[in-house]
């Protein structure tokens, strides 16, 4: 799905924030959180951990650089090979500075790095001051396993479990950046390390977009949880089978409006997950009307028996004054079905007219409890974008939707409350167990804008959903710059053991700082999908 339509009307918001000067939330990380004291002496920054450390992932920030800048456990020059060294180092997101540490029974730990996969170890043959590295990820290795004990404060010390005596430390009590770290007694300060919880790329589903056949660039990423643990992923504008892995570039023209991706859930091989469009029509996008010059983004979607429903969003060829590159948006969202598991298109119908003006493509949820499938939609207000909500019975998909008020449901879409609030029009909802979440990006118009994916949540489909926060910063660079991207989507059947969610988000090039283009063919992995997992404590607490 694309955003870009919304965008046409953000536009002039945009041009009134350059105008008023924009009021930016500080998004408070360890590099520029200030350093405060509560009343019982404790610091309170971020997320910083503790007690008892839960198997999840995170920052580890030496104390000795607490005052200097706040560095963080890295691997020198972002490295993913076994014999890598650590350092320390400023925090930047997706560098190898984020650790997953997984509680192996009592208080043992084996940390490993979500860049690489590869655990923190002590070298085979060690002595006090040696520095510590990666290492093949074998939890029964004791130089990869490590006993976590808080010293109060925020404060924790990370011994190995070779000797009681020797831990992770900085060397010579170094603030700077590029110290080693090593390991070494446990008795001063540079044995002090601070844990928060961090967001960090998912690489295995990240690496699950670079494909080099079917569908291989575009946009969108919603995925629909369906029957015998599969999961169909849907796409906007995408490239298909336009791959060069001479240069790892791909045909700088799209190939199809929509495409679709079925996958085995618990398989990320992109071999294993065939692209699905109308390979017998000249026009292979998936969903279409034979006949009409329509094209469509696809959107969320719920399976309900032996269907899958698509909601789409509609644009035909117009020269009417509110055109946007001559393209004007259809009133109604469009329902596409799919009989599953055949995985053939069997029609559409047209949702009633008015829901057009409120987007409701942005996340389809089916709640059997209720017996209503939530649809959720967005409209810009402002300087923002309100999310609302109608619903339609899960036995009766073709019905008229209803809209929530504030107090109940009813048929006037015009009379629909405002739930929740996001920063841009790339805004989404899905849900996580029983949470709702929203997803928003920071407003993000071309390289070098926004970088951060900001969620809320509430308890109910009705709202209301707290105050967004920032959870993650995207970490894509390309010769130094910073991409236009959109698209948050969630995708909550991928919650992991650690209670760490799946995101999606889909990158669109990093014009005008560096060309799109080089002739007809651009670089793949700036026009793909990329994918992130934020711990649901960093956005609900109690969950």
């Known amino acids: 799905m694309k955003t870009k339509p919304a965008l046409l009307g953000a536009v002039a918001w945009c041009l009134l924030m350059l105008l008023q000067g924009c009021k930016k939330e500080e998004f408070k990380t360890p590099q520029n959180a200030d350093s405060r004291l509560r009343p019982n002496n404790t610091r309170a920054i971020g997320d910083e951990m503790r007690g008892a450390i839960p198997s999840g992932s995170y920052q580890i920030v030496t104390d000795v650089s607490y005052n200097a800048g706040k560095q963080v456990l890295s691997v020198v020059r972002a490295g993913v090979r076994e014999g890598d060294k650590i350092e320390q180092r400023d925090y930047f997101p997706g560098t190898g500075q984020e650790w997953v540490a997984q509680n192996m029974g009592g208080n043992e730990y084996v940390i490993v790095s979500t860049q690489s996969g590869l655990a923190l170890q002590v070298p085979v043959t060690y002595a006090p001051g040696v520095q510590l590295e990666l290492g093949k990820l074998n939890t029964g ?3 990869q ?3 976590g004990k808080y010293l109060g404060n925020g404060v924790y010390q990370i011994r190995t479990k070779l000797n009681v005596n020797l831990g992770i430390n900085v060397e010579a009590d170094s603030a700077m950046n590029g ?3 090593t390991l070494n007694n446990l008795n001063s300060r540079r044995s002090h390390f601070l844990l928060y919880r961090t967001a960090y790329r998912d690489m295995q589903a990240t690496n699950f977009f670079k ?14 949880p369906l029957d015998n643990n599969k999961v169909l992923w ?3 504008d995408s490239g298909l089978d336009t791959y060069r892995p001479s240069d790892n570039t791909v045909s700088c023209l799209f190939s199809v409006h929509n495409a679709l991706i079925l996958q085995d859930k618990d398989r990320w091989s992109a071999a294993a997950a065939p692209t699905i469009v109308d390979n017998a029509s000249t026009d292979k996008s998936t969903f279409k009307i034979p006949g009409s010059k329509a094209f469509f983004w696809d959107g969320s979607g719920v399976q309900i028996k032996d269907t899958i429903y698509v909601a789409c969003s509609g644009l035909e060829p117009s020269n009417a004054p509110d055109a946007w590159l001559g393209v004007k948006g259809l009133p109604n969202i469009y329902m596409f079905k799919m009989k599953y598991p055949e995985m053939t298109v069997a029609g559409y119908h047209k949702v009633q007219p008015e829901v057009g003006k409120f987007d409701f493509v942005i996340g389809l949820v089916k709640d059997e409890a209720s017996g209503y499938v939530y649809a959720f939609g967005r409209k810009q207000i402002f300087l923002e974008f309100s999310i ?16 929530w008020d504030g107090s109940k449901w009813g048929d006037d879409i015009n009379k629909s409350a405002t739930i929740g609030v996001g920063d841009s029009p790339g805004t989404t909802v899905f849900r996580v167990r029983n ?4 997803l928003s990006t920071e407003i993000t118009f071309d390289c070098d804008d926004g970088k951060r994916i900001f969620a809320s949540y509430s308890n109910s489909p009705t709202g209301p959903f707290t105050q967004r926060k920032a959870v993650y910063t995207i970490p894509d660079r390309y010769k130094g710059h910073t991409p236009l991207f959109y698209t948050p989507a969630g995708h909550g059947e991928y919650l992991n053991e650690r209670n760490e969610v799946l995101i999606t988000y889909s990158l669109n090039g990093y014009a005008p ?8 063919r651009s670089i793949r992995d700036n026009f793909t999908v990329q994918a992130a997992r934020i711990p649901m404590k960093m956005i609900d607490p109690t969950f």
Request: with cysteine; glycine share 12%.
């Open 141 to 143: 290795l004791a130089n």
């Open 145 to 147: 396993r490590w006993v």
């Open 179 to 181: 110290a080693r770290i």
């Open 211 to 224: 494909r080099r056949s079917g569908w291989v660039s575009g946009d969108g990423g919603f995925s629909i």
């Open 234 to 236: 849907t796409f906007g």
């Open 388 to 403: 609302h909500v109608a619903r339609f019975p899960i036995s009766n998909p073709n019905a008229r939707w209803t809209f």
């Open 435 to 438: 949470k709702y979440v929203a």
């Open 513 to 520: 700082c560096v060309p799109n283009c080089s002739g007809p």
